[in-house]
């Protein structure tokens, strides 16, 4: 079945290091999005991707998709003790761009002050 | 403008027993999903109603129901509760469900059978 990886699992970095997570999907997405889960918390809504090689900025994160639509990536640059949480891409079932979303399990940060 | 309400936010219940959940959506949102959240399998997939439709359905047992009403509230049902289903279970609402939005996150029904 679809399937969405993520790595890596866990992360851990002093403040002020860089982050980045991949995302890679079994099958080719319509597009794609990231969401942050604080710890003890609910997802919340990052941005969406949808055009091959599409590249967007938020302040310090930077989210990119690949060509081929299957991988994706956050980047984090500088990173803050308010960036702990779990970052989790997901993608819409294959050939659709609505309803269900494949989740990736998340990639869990850290950040050491 | 008020975000996802899930009620209640905690619950235990017995094994056996059934349970019924509740999902109030962003005003104006006619797309909810349903997604079941455990340290060991992540956030999977229950189903998604849209205009009180069930238009997705994740690979969960007949078990698990919902339902969606003309205001887009939305319910979850577990019947026969089974220790394997304590998780958190969050409710998510979008304004088509579709391409261009993201999904709102409501903060959850956490629920413990024991």
């Known amino acids: 079945g679809q399937q969405v990886m993520q790595i890596p699992q866990y992360q851990h970095v002093q403040e002020g290091e860089d982050f980045t997570t991949y995302c890679n999907s079994s099958t080719t997405l319509s597009n794609i999005q990231w969401y942050k889960q604080r710890p003890g918390g609910h997802p919340v809504f990052l941005i969406q991707?949808?055009?091959?090689?599409e590249v967007k900025k938020q302040k310090r994160l930077t989210f990119q998709f690949g060509e081929a639509k299957k991988n994706s990536s956050l980047h984090i640059t500088a990173t803050q003790t308010t960036d702990v949480g779990t970052y989790f891409c997901?993608?819409?079932?294959?050939?659709?761009?609505?309803?269900?979303?494949?989740f990736g399990r998340g990639t869990q940060l850290t950040v050491w002050p | 403008k008020a975000g996802v309400t899930q009620t209640p936010r905690y619950l235990i219940k017995t094994r056996g027993q059934q349970v019924t959940l509740s999902c109030s959506p962003i005003?104006?949102?006619?797309?909810v999903s349903w997604y079941q959240q455990t340290p060991g399998q992540g956030l999977q997939f229950l189903f998604e109603?849209?205009?009180?439709?069930?238009?997705n359905k994740g690979n969960f047992p007949g078990r698990f129901s919902g339902r969606q009403f003309s205001n887009s509230r939305s319910e979850m049902n577990v019947s026969t509760l089974e220790l394997g289903d304590s998780a958190l279970y969050l409710c998510a609402s979008s304004p088509l469900g579709g391409l261009g939005y993201g999904y709102t996150f409501g903060s959850g029904t956490r629920l413990t059978v024991v």
């Open positions: 109603y849209f205009s009180e439709t069930q238009r």
């Open positions: 997901a993608g819409p079932q294959r050939g659709s761009t609505l309803g269900r979303l494949y």
């Open positions: 005003s104006g949102h006619r797309s």
């Open positions: 991707l949808v055009k091959s090689g």
